[in-house]
């Protein structure tokens, strides 16, 4: 059968999706996938992918009308919408002539099942065996990342994120300088210390301590850098998501979003913002905050510096 899956943005969500993806390729299934820019890195290295299309969604319905008019997808047995906005599924079924299914659909709902790649693989209608996501790394990257490195142990922070190609979410950052006192932390237990990170953290995140690589390493290289690592902890972001795929021991920071809804139960070690409308969201556009917003400042210091003692325990 010949699928076309559409999973346009964005990068954290594409790794949650890739276990849905590689169970349609282990059924036997010739999968084409649409993507945005955002999560090309994702599906661009996933193994027995047929063909990769770059849409440029998320972008304005105009842009993105003249571009489906030069790319129109046909002749899928299947389109998978891993997602739940109608908007799309109507571009879907204008792009591709087939009907949709999608995490939108009344019988498929997105987010009745958790964590989200167990909703992915049930709206693709495959059975995981594993829901880790799936990101290989090359040793060029692992090579590229030692030159940084060196053969020391490290830790590695994420303090930044919370954007992708729809939104920006700055109630998922924890303060950067509390971040810096972990950081000091850290280097006191003989660790060095490095801040992960895209182009656009380099500077938000620069006094949170360490040696700042944010925007100075491709996706797969920040993948290298963190698997690596001996110990990972950040805010809920796309690093987050590629510590469970190495399989680092990872701490994750949250406020409006929901472990359980986004991680696998045991691949990470959570600390939750304790006000009571935290967790406002689970895994869709962030509706704002209508509240005080000090959800991830409600998470102080010491408790991450005493969560991070019992990982080192373990």
């Given at each position: 059968?010949?699928?076309?899956?559409?999973?346009?943005?964005?990068?954290?969500?594409?790794?949650?999706?890739?276990?849905?993806?590689?169970?349609?390729?282990?059924?036997?299934?010739?999968?084409?996938?649409?993507?945005?820019?955002s999560s090309f890195p994702v599906w661009s290295r996933l193994p027995g992918v047929n063909s990769i299309v770059q849409s440029p969604a998320p972008c304005s319905a105009a842009?993105?009308?003249?571009?489906?008019?030069?790319?129109?997808?046909?002749?899928?047995?299947?389109?998978?919408?891993?997602?739940?906005?109608?908007?799309?599924?109507?571009?879907?079924?204008?792009?591709?002539?087939?009907?949709?299914?999608?995490?939108?659909?009344?019988?498929?709902?997105?987010?009745?099942?958790?964590?989200?790649?167990?909703?992915?693989?049930?709206?693709?209608?495959?059975?995981?065996?594993?829901?880790?996501?799936?990101?290989?790394?090359?040793?060029?990257?692992?090579?590229?990342?030692?030159?940084?490195?060196?053969?020391?142990?490290?830790?590695?922070?994420?303090?930044?994120?919370?954007?992708?190609?729809?939104?920006?979410?700055?109630?998922?950052?924890?303060?950067?300088?509390?971040?810096?006192?972990?950081?000091?932390?850290?280097?006191?237990?003989?660790?060095?210390?490095?801040?992960?990170?895209?182009?656009?953290?380099?500077?938000?995140?620069?006094?949170?301590?360490?040696?700042?690589?944010?925007?100075?390493?491709?996706?797969?290289?920040?993948?290298?850098?963190?698997?690596?690592?001996?110990?990972?902890?950040?805010?809920?972001?796309?690093?987050?998501?590629?510590?469970?795929?190495?399989?680092?021991?990872?701490?994750?920071?949250?406020?409006?979003?929901?472990?359980?809804?986004?991680?696998?139960?045991?691949?990470?070690?959570?600390?939750?913002?304790?006000?009571?409308?935290?967790?406002?969201?689970?895994?869709?556009?962030?509706?704002?905050?209508?509240?005080?917003?000090?959800?991830?400042?409600?998470?102080?210091?010491?408790?991450?510096?005493?969560?991070?003692?019992?990982?080192?325990?373990?």
């Open positions: 059968m010949k699928i076309l899956v559409v999973k346009t943005h964005a990068f954290g969500d594409s790794l949650m999706a890739t276990p849905a993806v590689a169970g349609l390729i282990a059924g036997g299934h010739s999968v084409t996938v649409l993507t945005g820019p842009k993105l009308f003249m571009w489906s008019m030069l790319h129109m997808q046909r002749g899928y047995d299947r389109v998978i919408h891993l997602g739940s906005s109608p908007a799309a599924c109507r571009w879907l079924r204008f792009l591709t002539g087939r009907k949709v299914t999608s995490g939108g659909d009344g019988s498929t709902g997105f987010g009745t099942v958790k964590p989200a790649a167990r909703d992915y693989c049930r709206i693709a209608g495959v059975q995981c065996s594993s829901l880790k996501p799936l990101f290989p790394i090359t040793e060029a990257e692992y090579t590229t990342a030692e030159k940084h490195t060196g053969s020391r142990p490290y830790i590695v922070l994420a303090p930044g994120g919370a954007r992708n190609a729809r939104e920006y979410v700055p109630w998922k950052r924890w303060p950067v300088e509390r971040w810096a006192e972990v950081s000091i932390y850290l280097q006191a237990k003989g660790y060095t210390v490095f801040l992960a990170g895209g182009t656009e953290d380099r500077v938000e995140i620069s006094s949170a301590g360490g040696i700042n690589l944010a925007g100075k390493l491709s996706w797969g290289e920040t993948a290298a850098l963190i698997a690596k690592a001996a110990l990972f902890a950040g805010n809920d972001s796309g690093p987050a998501h590629l510590a469970v795929s190495s399989g680092t021991p990872a701490l994750v920071l949250f406020g409006p979003t929901n472990p359980d809804s986004l991680y696998r139960r045991g691949s990470i070690v959570s600390l939750c913002g304790t006000v009571s409308c935290s967790p406002c969201y689970s895994n869709s556009v962030f509706p704002g905050c209508t509240g005080d917003g000090d959800c991830m400042t409600s998470i102080d210091t010491e408790r991450v510096i005493h969560t991070l003692e019992g990982m080192f325990e373990k």
